[in-house]
Every structure is written in C-alpha cells, then in structure tokens.
C-alpha cells in the first residue's frame, strides 16, 4: 500500500500570508495527487486534481505542483475563509489512500 | 448540478450489517464511478470502494471480506453493505463521483452520514 505523509500536521498563518503544504508518497505515482480542502462539519471539496489542475470554481489562488514522490500545495494569499483542513489523496494505486491532513489555523 | 445524498441508520449493533443507500440526483448515475469513503471522528479519510455504474467494482483490501457496493441504475442510487462491524468502523459515511481524468478524484460529496456501532 502506499502511505501519503503530509507536513506539517498544522500550521498558524494571518490573513494574506503565503502558506505551503508538502504531501510525500512511500513511493512514486507520477501525477496521480489530487488536494482537498474540508470544513468543520462539511465533506471535503475537490481543488486540484492531476498534482497541478485547477478543479472548476477554485480560485486561483490555490496552485500544486510536484511530481513522482513530493508534492506541494500552495496557498498566495491566505484568505478568511482558507482556514480548514487540508488533505492530499493518491490514485495510483489500489487502496487509494489519503493523507492525514493538515489543518490550517489563524494566528 | 449534481448532488449526492446518504440515507441509513445512524446505529448499527456490533457484529450486525452496516447499510447506507446514496441516492444520486440532478444527473444520471450513468457512465460513471461512484465511491464511498468513511472518517472516524477526529480522524482522516478512508476509501472504502467504488463502483462503476455497470456493476463492476473496486475494493480497499482492507475492507474487502466485509463490503458490498450494489448500483441500481433505474432508481439512480448506489448502496453500501458492510457486514461483521464493530466500533471501529464508527464513522462519518461519505459517498461521491469519481472523476477520472489523469488521476481518479472525488469531485461531488454528499454531505455524509454517522453511523455509530454500539450496543
């Protein structure tokens, strides 16, 4: 199986600050790295899927890029309303496998 | 647009069968992979399995002995059999599409559903 490591676990950031996360597979899967973001009480949302595509109505704020085994989301501009948890998940093989979160705070 | 939504017990004794039905509306459960995923309070994301609207499916190993995921194309919703449950599969019962291009990711959530294992 391959494990998904995210760090860091969580972070404390202001508003408009630059906020990076790093997801790390056990062992390659290419592009295959989507990032979700959940909510208190909501079911994760879907922002970039493929390591590095923007899923439809995601601001553009958000990027990823990475490739093989690290991989990194980034936040510009942290806005009000960015402050969740978030997760990255790999398809490259079965068990599709998710990492453990990291939850991003307000300072 | 497409929306997806859980329905089942909220308690399930242990060593019973754990069933959730989502029903899918707004769109055609057609052409598509449909998946469950379950979050224990407090904790991550467990993929559970997901389904093609043909019937063939898609197992995590770990659950595999116990899960069965069905589809019912004429009345648009796809269902979840966990059988032999115990407190640790307590957790928040998500379903959703699979969206496969490059990669498969889970682009429409239902809002999920708890179910807790208790006597």
């Known amino acids: 199986d391959i494990q998904m490591t995210q760090s860091p676990s969580s972070l404390s950031a202001s508003v408009g600050d630059r906020v990076t996360i790093t997801c790390r597979a056990s062992q390659s899967i290419s592009s295959h790295l989507n990032w979700y973001q959940q909510k208190p009480g909501k079911a994760p949302k879907l922002l970039i899927y493929?390591?590095?595509s923007l899923q439809s109505g995601v601001p553009s704020r958000f990027s990823g890029t990475g490739s093989e085994t690290d991989f990194t989301l980034t936040l510009s501009s942290l806005q009000p309303e960015d402050f969740a948890t978030y997760y990255c998940?790999?398809?490259?093989?079965?068990?599709?496998?998710f990492g453990g979160g990291t939850k991003v705070e307000i300072k | 647009q497409v929306q997806l939504q859980e329905s089942g017990p909220g308690l399930v004794k242990p060593s019973e069968t754990l069933s959730l039905i989502c029903g899918v509306s707004?769109?055609?459960?057609?052409?598509?992979?449909w998946s469950w995923i379950r979050q224990p309070p407090g904790k991550g994301l467990e993929w559970i399995g997901f389904i093609h609207s043909s019937g063939s499916t898609t197992y995590n190993p770990s659950l595999k002995s116990r899960v069965t995921i069905s589809v019912d194309t004429a009345k648009n919703q796809f269902s979840l059999s966990l059988t032999s449950v115990t407190a640790a599969d307590t957790a928040l019962y998500y379903c959703?599409?699979?969206?496969?291009?490059?990669?498969?990711?889970?682009?429409?959530w239902g809002q999920g559903t708890m179910v807790t294992v208790s006597s």
């Open positions: 493929a390591a590095s």
């Open positions: 959703a599409r699979v969206f496969r291009t490059v990669t498969e990711a889970f682009d429409i």
């Open positions: 998940q790999q398809s490259y093989s079965v068990p599709l496998s």
């Open positions: 707004g769109g055609s459960i057609s052409g598509y992979y």
